[in-house]
């Protein structure tokens, strides 16, 4: 069936530097991409999306580019801040609108 | 503007009971899911509902069921709560299929004793 999966956590970030999230899937078909971003104590919100190959997602300094040669969708921004600490994931979206999510990765920014 | 809630945002029961927990969405969306989040595991579909009185089980539908009277609410009941049920609930809402985005509700935190 579908999956997702995501370099495990945490991930440990000094301010301003590079971050890169790892994502891969398997799935049939031509699925959606996203990645879902939750801040402590809240619930998910939807971060970027990408719905075909070589489409690319950003929002808020974050990219991804849906790879379909190599079934990833790599979260990467080129300065992290204290307020990107948080829990990311990766979903995918194929059969009747369901996600399917990666385990998460915490991320964690030190000034 | 347009939300989705979810109550109570805590509850602590005892293994047996039943419990409810309640998802309502002013998005006016047809579509709305249950999801179960653990450590390790991300989030897990429970059950789903494309519109009312459709109801469909997920990938960890076991011990739970649920029931769509109107568009705006999905309410989960656990018939005999387990200490493996124990967990951060999400509630997700959806207008349409494949592209769309799926809007969550701020999580209710169970735990069975």
């Known amino acids: 069936g579908d999956s997702v999966t995501q370099m495990e956590g945490p991930v440990t970030l000094s301010e301003e530097a590079c971050l890169t999230i790892n994502c891969t899937y398997t799935a049939t078909g031509y699925p959606s991409l996203f990645w879902y971003v939750q801040y402590p104590g809240e619930g998910l919100q939807l971060l970027l999306k990408a719905t075909k190959a070589d489409d690319k997602g950003s929002n808020k300094g974050f990219e991804a580019t849906y790879r379909k040669e190599t079934t990833s969708f790599h979260l990467e921004k080129g300065s992290v801040q204290v307020s990107d600490s948080a829990v990311y994931f990766c979903a995918l979206n194929n059969q009747g609108g369901k996600l399917i999510f990666g385990q998460g990765t915490e991320l964690s920014v030190k000034p | 503007d347009a939300e989705i809630t979810q109550s109570p945002r805590h509850k602590i029961t005892e293994t047996g009971r039943q419990v409810t927990l309640a998802c309502h969405q002013t998005?006016?969306?047809?579509?709305m899911f249950w999801y179960r989040q653990d450590l390790g595991h991300g989030l897990r579909l429970i059950h789903y509902s494309y519109g009312v009185h459709d109801t469909n089980k997920g990938e960890v539908s076991d011990g739970y069921s649920v029931s769509r009277s109107n568009t705006e609410d999905l309410p989960l009941t656990l018939e005999s709560a387990a200490s493996s049920q124990t967990s951060v609930y999400f509630c997700?809402?959806?207008?349409?299929?494949?592209?769309?985005?799926?809007?969550f509700g701020p999580g209710t935190r169970l735990t069975v004793l």
């Open positions: 998005w006016n969306h047809n579509n």
């Open positions: 997700a809402s959806s207008e349409s299929f494949q592209q769309d985005t799926q809007y």
